[in-house]
């Protein structure tokens, strides 16, 4: 029973896409590949570290682990940061964020663990143009969302094909069926974004890997914490009870 609960659990996720008729694109991306790793790094922060922060993540670490020195670190990646030593955040306030797109872009430290490598490539692939939505654009696995295509031109605009069905009840409504380009002439370009995309998610997938260590350093705290806590909730206790017995 319990084997079967958990084997729901894990195709939980598969189900609702299922249901929801969207299939994800395979990223089939390998952190081994530091060549790889080295152009997403550079793809996210150029056009990712706008907005998302990485801020678990040191630069010192991405150099070590990408086989960069610090000049070549600082150099191609930091922009904004003064030393190699520190972590990848950003100067953006929530509250801009807020006004600008209505929700803060989360940080992107774990996010190939939160969402899976597959879920990143096929969000990356998957945005359409939406006249309905405030920044123009939707996204197939992610509706309404709040991010505007900031790699349109990298992409090409790409726009949703409709098909009819039917549901039990007999009501015909339209569904998105794929997405297409816009402009047949950006077919090239599209093929290079889709290699650029799965870059950019072995970088992702990569650091959600040493992000691991800040977050257990992170648990123990909070353990810690909770046990100092526990401490004063006990002699607090006693000192209540002392004048009921
Ligand atoms: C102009 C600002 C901006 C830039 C640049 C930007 N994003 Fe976003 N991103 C957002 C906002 C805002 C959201 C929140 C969307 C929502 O919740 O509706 C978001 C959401 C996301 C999410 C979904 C997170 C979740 O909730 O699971 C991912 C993944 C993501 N961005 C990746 C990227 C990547 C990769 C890049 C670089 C190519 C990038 N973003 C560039 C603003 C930005």
């Known amino acids: 029973m319990r084997r079967l609960i958990l084997a729901l659990i894990l195709l939980l996720p598969t189900m609702v896409l299922a249901y929801s008729g969207i ?5 089939n991306n390998d952190i081994s590949d530091k060549a790889s790793l080295q152009v997403g790094a550079k793809l996210f922060v150029n056009y990712c570290m706008g907005c998302h922060s990485a801020k678990y993540v040191r630069f010192q670490r991405i150099g070590k682990d990408l086989g960069l020195n610090d000049e070549e670190v600082q ?3 930091m922009f904004t940061a003064e030393k190699i030593g520190e972590t990848m955040t950003i100067a953006m ?41 405030p920044m123009g654009v939707n996204n197939l696995v992610f509706k309404d969302v709040g991010m505007p295509h900031v790699l349109w031109e990298q992409q090409g605009w790409q726009k949703p094909v409709y098909e009819t069905i039917t549901d039990e009840d007999g009501h015909s409504h339209e569904v998105i069926k794929s997405l297409a380009l816009v402009d047949e002439a950006d ?5 290079q974004y889709k290699k650029d995309m ?6 992702l997938d990569y650091i959600g890997e040493p992000a691991k260590l800040e977050r257990h350093s992170l648990g123990w705290k909070v353990l810690l914490f909770l046990f100092i ?3 004063f909730a006990l002699a607090l206790k006693k ?4 004048d009921i017995h």
């Open 229 to 231: 806590f526990l401490m």
């Open 23 to 27: 299939e994800l694109q395979k990223a």
């Open 187 to 191: 077919q090239e370009k599209a093929e």
């Open 93 to 133: 306030n929530g509250d801009d964020a807020n006004k600008w797109f209505g929700v803060i872009p989360p940080d992107l430290s774990v996010i190939a663990r939160a969402r899976g490598t597959d879920w990143l490539y096929s969000y990356l692939l998957s945005f359409y143009l939406d006249p309905s939505r």
């Open 239 to 242: 000192e209540y009870w002392r």
């Open 198 to 203: 799965r870059h950019l998610v072995n970088f």
């Open 75 to 77: 150099e191609n990646l």
